[in-house]
């Protein structure tokens, strides 16, 4: 992490003389007895991508975009072997688990980073149920095409539906002509007359107004809503030109998982001719809601059930409030009939539009209600121009940790006092909104602000960042400390 990261070590409290590479290799640790151990290797490293018939040069795990899909049971024992093959340093973060603090994966916070042609073993136990993902936690290595999904199964889950589709978001920088990295340089140099492919064409930030995009919906909540401009918007890895088709028999009920993996891009989705019921919001189950479409943004997961009618379906990801244009795609089929184009426009889309914090948790998600033993105070802070984010006032590494004592209930009075949608994630912990509803990342919408909860049961050092990964890199974490 070029911003800040690389410089935790040094600034941490309670490790001020503690200097870089002092975590050294990973410690073992081993399964209960009966714990079941789901094992996996990945490679990460570089490859090409067929974006409908153009070849990009970017960097995966293993040979696609998405990676492998990790599957395994709440309660199960992970032993994942990362082996490095790509020119950098990486790491892996298992975003939204909440496992012991020394496989999180975040470099000079919980362990070196894993050098190119080494490998490192990540063991962890899984305790909840729910759609996650994984990514580096590496500069702005996410955006260029590291992420896989992560689904850990619930024993106890009557299951209830026929088919299941997982189905991951992002947006595509170029991975030829530019980089991540050097999109991110600019931005850092706040050189905002590049434009065009991978650049920063969005850049008309300087009224500061919020909703100047022309390209935004008048109703649209978030603001502006990312900086960069992307020429590709992809489901599974695939572009609108050649969609990856979902196929399932007319009247199944099938499961929908969505994981926003893109770095600087919230959408808004719809299923064409369906409306959806939201299930479970960053894995925990919500009361059931139907909705036409919902947003959701960078690390959040919404998973759905939705009965199939007879046909083929858009099942449509739009990007919120970019300059840019362009949508991402799937197809649903169940039945004959044709092809929906790349730039099918479901009315879904705009319907109701569901915002997560709309939603109400499940009785089994709630949170055990409890008065906070302590507070602190999270501001996001910062600006498109110059192109500077911080937490609190300061970006991380000059910023105060946040601290906790373990068992403690602690209020997190958050405050986004910028003119911009920031998707706010928090590691190894969820946390509560004011209704209750329970997640691990959560958007606010300019000049928002809320409090969130959560109870200090991981002791160790975590990150809460932007899941903008352009701004987190620019600034916006800081460090949450067990004392
Ligand atoms: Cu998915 Cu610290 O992030
Ligand atoms: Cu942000």
């Known amino acids: 992490g070029a911003a800040g990261l690389g410089t935790y070590a040094a600034t941490k409290g309670s490790g001020a003389s ?80 909440r496992l012991r603090n020394p496989a999180d994966g975040v470099p000079g916070m919980t362990q070196d980073p894993v050098k190119p042609e080494t490998s490192y073993v990540y063991e962890f136990t899984a305790p909840d149920p729910g759609t996650y993902f994984f990514h580096p936690h590496v500069g702005v290595q996410l955006d260029r095409g590291l992420y896989a999904p992560l689904i850990i199964d619930d024993p106890n889950e009557p299951g209830g539906y026929d088919a299941e589709w997982v189905l991951v978001l992002d947006d595509w920088i170029d991975g030829t002509g530019t980089t991540p990295e050097q999109v991110l340089e600019k ?3 706040n050189d905002s007359g590049s434009g065009g492919m991978g650049g920063m064409g969005g850049m008309d930030h300087g009224e500061m107004g919020g909703m100047n995009h022309g390209a935004m919906d008048e109703a649209e909540p978030w603001g502006d809503a990312g900086d960069v401009t992307y020429p590709h918007f992809l489901i599974n890895g695939r572009p609108p030109a050649d969609p990856e088709t979902l196929r399932a028999k007319a009247g199944q ?19 064409g001719g369906h409306r959806m019921t939201i299930t479970h919001s960053d894995g925990f189950p ?90 602190a105070r999270l501001t996001l802070t910062g600006s498109m121009q110059p192109y ?25 009075n958050a405050t986004n006092m910028t003119m911009m949608t920031h998707p706010v994630h928090v590691h190894g912990h969820t946390f509560a909104l004011p209704s209750g509803l329970r997640k691990d990342t959560v958007l606010m919408a300019p000049m928002q602000s809320f409090a969130i909860d959560l109870d200090a049961d991981n002791e160790g050092d975590w990150m809460i960042h932007c899941h903008n990964i352009y701004h987190a890199e620019g600034g916006m974490m800081i460090a949450l400390e067990y004392i």
Request: glycine share 12%.
């Open 18 to 97: 503690a200097p870089k590479g002092a975590f050294g290799a990973p410690t073992p640790v081993s399964p209960d007895p009966g714990q079941t151990v789901v094992t996996k290797s990945l490679t990460a490293k570089p490859i090409t991508l067929d974006l409908a018939g153009r070849t990009v040069s970017t960097w995966g795990y293993g040979d696609a975009v998405p990676g492998p899909l990790l599957r395994a049971t709440a309660g199960d024992f992970l032993r994942v072997t990362l082996d490095n093959q790509l020119p950098d340093e990486t790491t892996i973060h298992w975003h939204g688990i």
């Open 187 to 189: 931005l850092l140099a």
């Open 253 to 271: 009920k099938v499961r929908l998982r969505i994981i926003n993996a893109a770095s600087d891009t919230i959408f808004t989705v719809a299923l």
């Open 286 to 375: 919500v009361e059931p809601t139907e909705t036409d479409a919902f947003y959701i943004g960078m690390g959040e997961r919404y998973d759905a059930i939705v009965t199939l009618g007879d046909g083929a379906f858009p099942l449509v990801a739009k990007p919120v409030g970019k300059a840019g244009g362009g949508q991402a795609m799937a197809v649903a089929r169940t039945g004959s009939g044709a092809a929906p184009g790349g730039d099918a426009s479901p009315r879904e889309l705009t319907g109701r539009v569901l915002i997560g914090s709309d939603l109400r948790p499940a009785q089994a998600a709630k949170l055990p209600s409890r008065r906070p033993d302590a507070t």
């Open 388 to 412: 500077a984010w911080g937490m609190n006032g300061a970006p991380f590494g000059k910023n105060e940790p946040l601290t906790v004592r373990a068992g403690q209930r602690l209020r997190i």
